[in-house]
């Protein structure tokens, strides 16, 4: 981003952090809706979604910034206006004369002094401001709710807690997985292979579309193959995807079988299962029964005790995430993670009537939340005692390098 941008980017990126604050839609939906609806080129749209991106991943901290160098509290319009140059000052790393003038000039006339005089303080002190950053408070360091940190602080301690923010505070990478039913002509050069993990790749560029179009690559996290690894699908097995949109679990599956798994995939959503079959159809698959169901719901008569093999990645409070998912630390409470283990509970329970005496189950989440996890196992094993558990696995995003994930395998008796 060397030359500057048009100014309506950054009037864009503020109306985009203003919805935010004021409503429940997710940053990645604000941005593509408002770049769009201004008719915004890509260059203009990269910067939107820098600014807002960068804001939110470094909320706190900014906010700090501006409380430090002017005590006395702003109004919400300025506050955003002043976050937007504050991104780019401290976080797209612009000319600090470009970021200053440029923002400045979206402010109104009236108090376009109070934010020039923040902007150009918080340019002159950049580096004290910087340095700072590391002695203060992690959720303020990190920008993230003070509740969430304890909780990580108890479960996992002071260390690993600090590292792991650090990891989620960063901007995100994408991967991706090869397809063994269509595989790479060539591999492109934006792909890095993954030490370790053969058919993984780290996308270095622009994702490559065409073989991403042609089933010749799925863009996923390395963390989504502990659950394809504990499930260990078989060529003619009979496996139920319970949540299956938007598709990669049940890729993965066909992939692993040479396509020969009787695969049934059904997400709650009907809207939803066009997209599903689309996807699996660029994934090679040629007979598959797709169909709507809620798993909250017993499981219908016909299924019951039909499948080898059912796996389940559960709706999660996405704390694996959240390098990826900017609103989550914002969003979510203790109480919805208690909701969404509750109804993780239930899902669990009604899905598991699919299996076959001496099949198998296989629960996953990208949630590192003990009560979405392990919790949720306890709890049906303890009523459930055919069944028990093999393994399972939680992979820890700054440990993976990757997403976070939690995975189970349980098995039932005969």
């Known amino acids: 981003m060397k030359n500057a941008p048009r100014t309506g980017a950054r009037q864009i990126a503020a109306e985009c952090l203003s919805r ?18 201004a008719g915004l080129g890509p260059s203009d749209r990269a910067l939107v979604q820098a600014i807002v991106y960068g804001t939110l991943r470094n909320k ?5 910034i501006i409380r430090t160098l002017r005590p006395s509290p702003l109004d919400t319009p300025l506050q955003i ?36 005089g923040i902007l150009r303080n918080a340019a002159r002190r950049k580096q004290e401001l910087i340095r700072e950053r590391d002695t203060l408070p992690l959720p303020v360091r990190y920008s993230i709710p003070e509740w ?3 909780r990580w602080q ?26 063994a039913l269509r595989p790479l002509d060539t591999v492109p050069d934006t792909l890095v292979p993954l030490e370790g993990i053969p058919g ?11 073989a991403v179009e042609n089933g010749s690559l799925y863009i996923a996290d390395p963390s989504t193959r502990y659950c394809i690894g504990l499930l260990a699908p078989q060529p003619g097995e009979r496996i139920l995807d319970a949540c299956a949109a938007p598709g990669g679990k ?50 219908p008569p016909e299924w019951q005790q039909a499948y080898d093999a059912v796996i389940l990645d559960v709706p999660c409070s996405n704390t694996g995430v959240i390098r990826k998912r900017i609103d989550v630390p914002w969003r979510l409470t203790p ?53 028990t558990l093999v393994q399972d696995h939680l992979a820890l995003p700054h440990r993976e390098q990757a997403d976070g994930a939690y995975a189970a395998l349980l098995h039932k008796r005969t």
């Open 20 to 37: 935010w604050s004021t409503s429940h839609a997710f940053a990645e939906t604000l941005v593509a809706r408002h770049t769009s609806d």
């Open 60 to 64: 706190t901290w900014l906010e700090h």
């Open 81 to 116: 206006l002043t976050l937007v140059g504050l991104s780019q000052i401290f976080i797209l790393g612009q000319a600090d004369h470009i970021a200053v003038s440029e923002t400045v000039k979206l402010v109104p006339q009236r108090v376009r002094g109070v934010v020039n």
């Open 148 to 150: 969430l940190v304890r």
């Open 154 to 179: 108890a479960t996992y301690g002071e260390p690993e807690t600090a590292a792991m923010l650090d990891w989620n505070n960063r901007p995100p990478v994408l991967h991706a997985r090869s397809n």
């Open 200 to 210: 993984w790749y780290t996308l270095t560029g622009a994702i490559p579309r065409a």
């Open 250 to 299: 049940s890729a993965a599956i066909l992939s692993a079988t040479g396509g020969k798994a009787i695969l049934t995939a059904t997400d709650m959503h009907e809207h939803r299962l066009p997209k599903l079959l689309e996807n699996l159809r660029k994934q090679g698959a040629d007979h598959i029964d797709i169909r709507a169901h809620d798993w909250t719901q017993p499981c």
């Open 335 to 387: 109480e919805e993670i208690t909701r969404l283990s509750d109804l993780q509970h239930t899902i669990l329970t009604c899905a598991a009537e699919a299996v076959k005496p001496g099949g198998r189950i296989v629960y996953s989440t990208c949630s590192i939340d003990p009560e979405e996890n392990r919790a949720v196992i306890d709890r049906y094993l303890a009523e459930h005692p055919d069944c």
